[in-house]
């Protein structure tokens, strides 16, 4: 009897799922968004018998990836899961509505002849005017003309061109009718045929194919089990955003961490648990390995036309143009004793920032809503108190105006990636910049802005640079002069870059410093730095020359 039993609720249960028209939507909770794709995670509370249990999903999206898709299930084994696309039954035609839609088809059929009509009558008035406009009488080009036979000419052609005209205004008139009378007409068959084909009635998502997730599992004994499953989609993505707010009077500066994110998945999330990862989806994980590195000998015009090039094969190159360590300083001592006051609280306590060996991931504990329209959506992440020192920096050669940089200490514990940033000092917008916090250096340089009341000026000074020819070689040397001057009421701290050339070549091109006014030479890169200290109006002088010695004959690249 109990077996009985179970062969008919099993049979019900069988009936109900085959003879159910729409799969329940899943419920989703939870998305972790990568820097390219995402994965959606599911959850839903659900009724197993014993025996096979085959349980279909929909609320995922069309973009789904299906060899990604994920189940587990603490109280049953999951033993298959499927991707399935189920196309809606095209509804039965409705044929109350023949007899309207015949009387607008030939409605239509009849507005086709109008038109056609009009189309003959206005060719025949072309026509008629292009003859008329063409005749050698009426336009004066005949032996015999008179001025009876020209006046009557000209009436004729006024009183003609008038009838065609009016004609041809009354045509376009009706024509624009006739035009308005069919497309209303063909509006109207589209609303019948979709009346009676049924799809009407329908609403728009029952339209469109669905979705789904088959789920096949295996339980013991009835229980009420918790499911989830899970998956990847390529239309999604985050970027980092930064807003960077400084203030002349403090020694901190704010970041502000956001996030945009940008998802056409095909489903809205509606109030999901968010999670940020710095990985990607899709990245192929491949490490990459080495081939067998041949030599061999090579012709000899071809070793002769690349000697050049293999002789400054092993030259260093040149180092990029940085601000020393021992260069900067501290715009802000004499506040020192001011603390900053945050004027917001932090996001501690919603984000949690978790980080294995190759990925950081912000789990944000809140619930959030981000539709699917492909537009971006900013999402708060952090924001914090970060050190800073104030200090200008200027290079001459480059640029006549001196630049405040922030030099920002304790950015590693934030975790943060390559991001454009918006700046703003003194409450006022001073630009954007990439901020990019993968170097291996534990101090960021910000630009903060230009500040053109600093003045700056470099000029090559003639008097001392000269060129002369001792023997086989030339000595080549050149004094410039760097002039500082400060237009400020209060003193300030400003470090000065420029250069002298470096020889790739130093055995044949010799290059060397006569005077470098008290500045610091880094001989890699040839960047000379001052650091200098200017009081309210003051103006300061620098003066460096160097020499140049190459063969006589030669002629040198870049100088």
Not at 281 to 286: H, L, S
Not at 348 to 365: A, G, K, M, Q, S
Not at 409 to 437: C, Q
């Amino acid at each position: 009897m109990k077996k009985a039993v179970l062969f008919f609720l099993l049979g019900l249960q069988g009936i109900l799922s085959f003879g159910q028209a729409k799969a329940p939507k899943a419920k989703l909770d939870k998305v972790t968004v990568f820097l390219s794709g995402a994965q959606l995670f599911y959850s839903e509370s659900v009724h197993l018998l014993p025996g096979n249990n085959e349980l279909v999903f929909e609320n995922v999206s069309q973009f789904l990836d299906a060899a990604s898709i994920q189940a587990s299930c603490k109280q049953a084994v999951v033993l298959d899961i499927q991707h399935r696309v189920r196309y809606r039954e095209t509804p039965k035609p409705v044929k109350r509505y023949d007899f309207k839609i015949k009387l607008v088809e030939d409605s239509l059929e009849e507005m086709g002849f109008l038109q056609k009509e009009i189309t003959n009558k206005q060719e025949v008035l072309s026509a008629e005017k292009k003859l008329l406009m063409g005749n050698r009488l009426m336009n004066g080009q005949t032996s015999r003309d008179s001025l009876p036979l020209l006046q009557a000419s000209l009436n004729m052609l006024h009183e003609r061109l008038n009838s065609i005209l009016e004609q041809e205004l009354k045509l376009q008139r009706r024509k624009a009718a006739i035009d308005k009378e069919t497309n209303r007409l063909t509006i109207r068959l589209e609303e019948l045929q979709n009346l009676q084909s049924g799809a009407e009635d329908q609403p728009q998502e029952d339209i469109q194919p669905a979705h789904q997730v088959i789920i096949n599992l295996y339980a013991e004994a009835p229980v009420q089990a918790d499911l989830r499953f899970n998956y990847l989609v390529q239309n999604a993505s985050w970027i980092p955003l930064y807003d960077l707010k400084a203030e002349s009077g403090k020694s901190e500066i704010e970041l502000s961490y956001f996030a945009s994110i940008t998802q056409s998945s095909g489903i809205d999330w509606k109030n999901v648990k968010l999670t940020l990862s710095t990985s990607h989806a899709y990245e192929k994980n491949i490490k990459p390995e080495l081939s067998i590195w041949y030599l061999s000998f090579v012709q000899y015009f071809q070793q002769k036309l690349k000697v050049n090039a293999l002789s400054n094969a092993n030259v260093p190159l040149q180092k990029p143009q940085v601000v020393h360590e021992s260069a900067r300083e501290d715009l802000n001592t004499d506040n020192e004793g001011g603390a900053a006051v945050p004027d917001a609280p932090t996001l501690d306590e919603y984000v949690e920032v978790r980080e294995n060996l190759i990925r950081t991931e912000y789990e944000i504990n809140m619930n959030i809503g981000i539709n699917s329209d492909g537009r971006s959506h900013k999402v708060m992440v952090n924001k914090k108190q970060i050190p800073m020192k104030l200090h200008f920096a200027a290079v001459p050669k480059l640029s006549p105006d001196a630049y405040l940089m922030a030099s920002v200490t304790g950015w590693e514990d934030l975790n943060l990636i390559p991001g454009k940033a918006r700046v703003h000092f003194d409450g006022m917008y001073s630009g954007e910049l990439l901020l990019n916090a993968s170097g291996v250096n534990d101090t960021l340089q910000l630009n903060l802005g230009r500040d053109r009341s600093i003045g700056l000026t470099r000029k090559k000074i003639k008097e001392k640079s000269k060129v002369k020819v001792i023997e086989q070689e030339v000595i080549e040397t050149r004094s410039i002069e760097l002039i500082v001057r400060n237009s400020k009421n209060i003193p300030v701290r400003i470090d000065v870059q420029d250069q002298i050339p470096v020889s790739q070549a130093p055995d044949v091109i010799k290059v060397k410093l006569l005077d470098e006014d008290k500045g610091e030479l880094d001989e890699l890169s040839g960047i000379l730095n001052w650091k200098l200290k200017l009081g309210a109006k003051e103006t300061k002088k620098i003066v460096f020359t160097y020499e140049i010695r190459y063969p006589k004959g030669k002629i040198i690249q870049g100088l």
